[in-house]
């Protein structure tokens, strides 16, 4: 059975039908609508017609729906739909308005969310995978990374979620935090990020603090074929906004049935290729790689000088 799915949509009614139309497909019984309201009169039917996109069900549903009347921003109206939702809901899948899902993400997450509801040490069930190859015969692996673009969890695990990331300077701290990071990049770049979220300088997004929860209490799953396909790139998005190709990527088929590892150990490799493609391991090299050649001319010509 398809578990309870709360879908967030704001002002894209294009984007939200796709997605709309996946979740259709997979006929859940329960369907959270969550929306952010307008920020002007210019995105009132925008944001009309998106909502409208998001409840027109047709099959037998309990549609339950939380519509902002004014706009509370990405960040606060995730946080508190995230709240609303899993106050109802002891688990469930949830959604974006520009996350469309494959067939195969509904069934994936029931699994998950029914083989590892009691486990404690499994955190967070993500639609995604960024790997260069395939390297289990298993049909999904455990990552330090709860990706959030199409995702499943508990009650439980949103009880950990400290906004505010109250604990983050003593785990900073502490010797703990050495053994999270897999490379000196990875450690730079996700320490920025923590402190910045736990500072208030990032004011936009919510996840990094969902993250930091999951990446200190847990692992989660990451699947072993791509099941979720970003299509909000673009001057119409809040975060992504250039051409990023890695958004909308294909499908690929999930084993049937699903073939379950038989021990509970991090895919470290997995997760490099992750910082590497689906965050900015690559370009973090390049620069450094560019930056290292750019000076070579410049310490050739400082020893001519000298010499």
């Given at each position: ?115 590892y509801r009691d ?188 010499g």
């Amino acid at each position: 059975m398809t578990p309870a799915v709360l879908l967030v949509v704001y002002r894209r009614p294009e984007e939200t039908a796709r997605v709309f139309d996946a979740i259709a497909a997979a006929r859940p019984q329960r369907l959270f609508v969550a929306a952010d309201g307008p920020r002007n009169g210019v995105e009132a039917h925008a944001c009309a017609a998106s909502r409208a996109a998001a409840t027109r069900v047709t099959w037998p549903c309990d549609v339950v729906t939380d519509f902002s009347e004014r706009n509370v921003g990405c960040r606060t109206r995730m946080m508190s739909a995230l709240s609303w939702f899993f106050s109802q809901v002891d688990e469930g899948v949830v959604l974006e308005d520009d996350c469309v899902p494959s067939p195969d993400f509904f069934r994936f997450c029931a699994a998950m969310l029914d083989r590892y509801r009691d486990d404690e040490r499994i955190v967070h069930v993500s639609g995604e995978t960024y790997q260069r190859a395939r390297r289990t015969p298993y049909s999904y692996a455990f990552s330090k990374y709860p990706l959030t673009w199409g995702w499943a969890s508990w009650r439980r695990t949103w009880r950990l979620f400290d906004p505010d990331m109250r604990t983050w300077p003593s785990f900073r701290a502490s010797s703990d935090a050495a053994a999270l990071w897999d490379t000196p990049d990875e450690a730079v770049y996700l320490t920025q990020a923590f402190q910045q979220m736990h500072d208030g300088a990032i004011s936009t997004t919510w996840d990094y603090a969902w993250w930091y929860a999951c990446m200190t209490q847990g692992l989660s799953i990451r699947p072993a074929a791509n099941l979720v396909m970003n299509v909000g790139g673009g001057a119409g998005a809040t975060h992504t906004g250039g051409d990023i190709g890695f958004l909308c990527r294909s499908f690929e088929p999930l084993d049937d049935p699903i073939r379950h590892p038989p021990w509970v150990v991090r895919d470290k490799a997995g997760d490099m290729d992750t910082f590497d493609l689906r965050l900015p391991g690559e370009a973090m090299r390049r620069q450094r790689t560019l930056a290292h050649h750019l000076r070579r001319p410049f310490r050739w010509l400082s020893r001519s000088l000298r010499g």
